[in-house]
């Protein structure tokens, strides 16, 4: 069994590595997120202009009334499972 010993330097070097990368994945995936959200918002909006269907809702999210939108469905959101339990 080999163990490697590192010093506290390379170990801190490390972890502000680590964070970097993490800290990146999140700006990529909120970043995805929000021209996703922005997409859908654009071609309903578009969709609503010219009047292709009856009820012409594809998406929308409503966090004060806990409420979504979703192909003219509405569903009520539960935001208390989202939360983290110690």
């Given at each position: 069994?080999?163990?490697?010993?590192?010093?506290?330097?390379?170990?801190?070097?490390?972890?502000?590595?680590?964070?970097?990368?993490?800290?990146?994945?999140?700006?990529?995936i909120?970043?995805?997120?929000?021209?996703?959200?922005?997409?859908?918002?654009?071609?309903?909006?578009?969709?609503?202009?010219?009047?292709?269907?009856?009820?012409?809702?594809?998406?929308?999210?409503?966090?004060?009334?806990?409420?979504?939108?979703?192909?003219?469905?509405?569903?009520?959101?539960?935001?208390?499972?989202?939360?983290?339990?110690?």
């Open positions: 069994m080999v163990v490697i010993l590192e010093s506290r330097i390379e170990r801190k070097k490390k972890l502000r590595k680590q964070k970097r990368i993490r800290y990146i994945k999140f700006l990529i909120l970043l995805a997120c929000s021209i996703l959200y922005f997409g859908i918002k654009f071609v309903n909006d578009y969709i609503i202009y010219l009047g292709y269907i009856e009820n012409p809702t594809i998406f929308d999210l409503n966090i004060r009334d806990k409420r979504m939108e979703l192909f003219g469905e509405s569903y009520f959101i539960d935001l208390k499972i989202l939360k983290k339990i110690d």
